[in-house]
């Protein structure tokens, strides 16, 4: 899970992780099973399907309806892969209960509230803003029943977010809204939607950003929400999210450390790694070769992957620019990236001065951390509990005949 409860912190983390190594695979661009594979029926799905999960009927038929939709092979591969994402996720739960999250949420707003919106609305009007909150939290709807203790009794995920939703709703309605439209003007949308600190939902746990990106069916952001706390819907957006981006790798882990972490992340730390071999600097093998706001949008300024790209190509008498690096790395979430001059330049400088192949993927170290997880975790934890599930789907799998 790329992400917490609240804002993502996403730390790089510091010890080098034991790096899973593979090399590039053929094929047209998916590690996925293509078209000449045998594919599996509905009813073959729901045996894939842990036996404990209830209504496994329901999920098979939604897992083969979207699989169809999206134009996935449904080989036993895809099919494993997709159900070991929902059981790490959810456990087949379309709105999971979350165990102490009314605590936990309290507390970060106790805690970090003011810090967070003066993230998002800057120390001016994010100070305001979070005043307001604070004081509709402990007084509305009633003292009595106030938004604090509604709060502290949430279970799921929805409930959360609902309760959200309502606390702004209020505020629009009753506190100060010259601030809060000067809010909404600064932020350019919803105030509420902005703040709104549940950004990844369902039961594959989708960003509502790519959700947006890639809405199925018209509605607003409301209905959106809604419809990743579906069963359905969590499954469409995260089977999306998951499958449908080309990669050459030659084990489903790093797509599952990709879930996590970021499109094309385990592609992108092998670059690192690569890059790491000719130079004397020691690099954060993220998988992230540029600097990113919280928004998403590039930074303007150097990472340290692209400032020992453009020493290492200097000293070596590669003729790629600055400039062109940085028009390079820019396509660092494409698969178009693999055919950019500073990929290639690396790839066939890692070859030379080494004699070994280039390495195509690799696992990021990226730390997870959040107020909903008892502790700090690391991609690799994700990657690998994900490819433990893949692993027994597919020894189910060997039971069905197709």
């Not at 959810?90 to 993230?119: H, I, M, T, Y």
């Not at 409930?159 to 809204?177: G, N, P, Q, T, W």
Request: glycine share 6%.
């Amino acid at each position: 899970m790329k992400k917490t409860l609240f804002i993502s912190s996403h730390l790089k983390s510091l010890s080098i992780l034991a790096l899973s190594l593979s090399l590039v695979a053929c094929g047209d661009g998916s590690w996925w099973s293509k078209n000449n594979e045998p594919t599996l029926e509905e009813d073959q799905i729901k045996r894939l399907i842990p036996p404990p999960v209830n209504n496994r009927n329901s999920w098979a038929k939604d897992i083969f309806s979207i699989t169809d939709q999206l134009d996935i092979p449904q080989t036993k591969k895809n099919i494993c892969s997709i159900v070991a994402v929902v059981d790490q996720e959810s456990n087949f739960v379309a709105d999971p209960q979350v165990p102490g999250l009314g605590e936990k949420a309290v507390k970060e707003v106790q805690d970090r509230l003011e810090e967070k919106f003066k993230d998002k609305l800057g120390d001016g009007l994010g100070g305001t803003v979070a005043g307001y909150f604070q004081e509709v939290l402990k007084n509305q709807p009633s003292p009595e029943d106030n938004y604090l203790s509604q709060m502290r009794r949430v279970k799921t995920e929805r409930e959360l977010d609902e309760l959200y939703r309502e606390i702004f709703a209020y505020m629009s309605k009753h506190y100060h809204v010259s601030a809060l439209t000067g809010a909404a003007k600064l932020v350019g949308q919803d105030i509420g939607e902005k703040l709104n600190p549940i950004t990844t939902l369902g039961s594959m746990q989708v960003h509502i950003g790519y959700a947006k990106e890639h809405k199925r069916q018209g509605g607003n952001i409301a209905e959106l929400r809604t419809d990743l706390y579906s069963q359905y819907g969590g499954l469409y957006y995260g089977i999306h999210r998951l499958m449908m981006y080309p990669a050459d790798y030659d084990k489903a882990i790093y797509r599952f450390a990709d879930y996590n972490s970021g499109m094309y992340s385990s592609r992108n730390a092998a670059f690192q790694s690569m890059l790491n071999d000719l130079t004397v600097a020691e690099l954060d093998l993220d998988g992230d070769l540029l600097l990113y706001n919280k928004d998403g949008s590039i930074r303007s300024v150097s990472s340290q992957s692209e400032r020992e790209l453009i020493s290492v190509f200097a000293a070596n008498n590669i003729l790629v620019t600055p400039r062109q690096i940085r028009t390079d790395l820019k396509k660092e979430k494409t698969k178009s990236f693999e055919d950019t001059a500073t990929y290639r330049a690396v790839a066939k400088l890692y070859k030379e001065k080494t004699g070994k192949e280039p390495i195509y993927a690799i696992m990021p170290e990226v730390v997870i951390s959040g107020p909903k997880l008892s502790r700090d975790y690391n991609t690799n934890w994700f990657a690998t509990r994900v490819n433990g599930r893949y692993q027994s789907c597919m020894q189910r799998a060997k039971r069905i005949k197709i």
